[in-house]
């Protein structure tokens, strides 16, 4: 059973910088790609970011320039770093994995970090 465990949401004031990180079960290569969801009080969820195995990455047009997603494949954990943050960027922020098997598609799921950022 893939596990994700994110951390490292918290209450920062505007301009500041957090961190999250998302830690998987196994290795994060037996995903196709890997994300970051948010999703604010009475708003529906939207991607801020992705990265494929590949390496290749996505972003929300809002957090360009801003937000940053990496990962180490060595410790099975993918990171979104966010600077300048802005108190729109709150939200309740979701690590999630896919893995396409066939024609079979799977999404996994953490159980999401609070972000609050204060103006």
């Known amino acids: 059973q893939v596990q994700l465990v994110e951390s490292g949401g918290g209450l920062v004031q505007a301009g500041g910088s957090l961190r999250l990180s998302c830690a998987a079960s196994g290795s994060i290569f037996s995903f196709n790609d890997m994300g970051w969801y948010r999703q604010a009080p009475g708003k529906h969820g939207e991607l801020v970011a992705a990265?494929?195995?590949?390496?290749?990455?996505n972003y929300l047009d809002s957090v360009k320039g801003r937000f940053t997603i990496s990962r180490d494949i060595a410790k099975n954990t993918v990171y979104l770093q966010m600077n300048s943050l802005k108190p729109e960027d709150t939200a309740v922020y979701y690590c999630k994995a896919k893995k396409v098997i066939g024609t079979s598609v799977r999404d996994y799921w953490g159980q999401g970090t609070q972000v609050t950022v204060s103006s």
């Open positions: 990265i494929t195995s590949g390496g290749s990455t």
